[in-house]
C-alpha cells in the first residue's frame, strides 16, 4: 500500500501533531475518476493497479488521525 499503512499513519502524525498551527486533517482518499482522461490524451496511468482504499480502511485513517488532531474531515 502507498499510504495507508496503519503504522506508517501513526509515525507521520506522531511527528506532525506537535505543530499547533494545524487546525484539522482532510482525508481525500485516492479514487480512479481520472484513469479516462489519461486514456483519451493517450498518457500512462502512473497509478495503474493502485488499489482504491475500502470504507473501512478510511475508517481506520480517520480513526488514526483522530488521536492527533480535534478536526478531522473526509473528501475534498
Do not use: M
Not at 502524525?13 to 481525500?28: A, D, F, G, P, S
Not at 473501512?56 to 480535534?70: C, D, L, V
Request: aromatic share 14%; with cysteine; hydrophobic share 30%.
Amino acid at each position: 500500500r502507498y499510504t495507508d499503512n496503519t503504522d506508517d499513519l501513526e509515525a507521520f502524525w506522531q511527528k506532525l501533531n506537535h505543530y499547533t498551527c494545524i487546525e484539522r486533517v482532510q482525508i481525500l482518499p485516492y479514487h480512479t475518476l481520472g484513469v479516462s482522461k489519461y486514456a483519451e490524451l493517450h498518457r500512462p496511468y502512473a497509478l495503474e493497479g493502485v488499489p482504491v482504499p475500502t470504507p473501512e480502511g478510511i475508517s481506520q485513517a480517520r480513526e488514526i488521525f483522530e488521536k492527533y488532531f480535534p478536526k478531522v474531515t473526509i473528501g475534498g
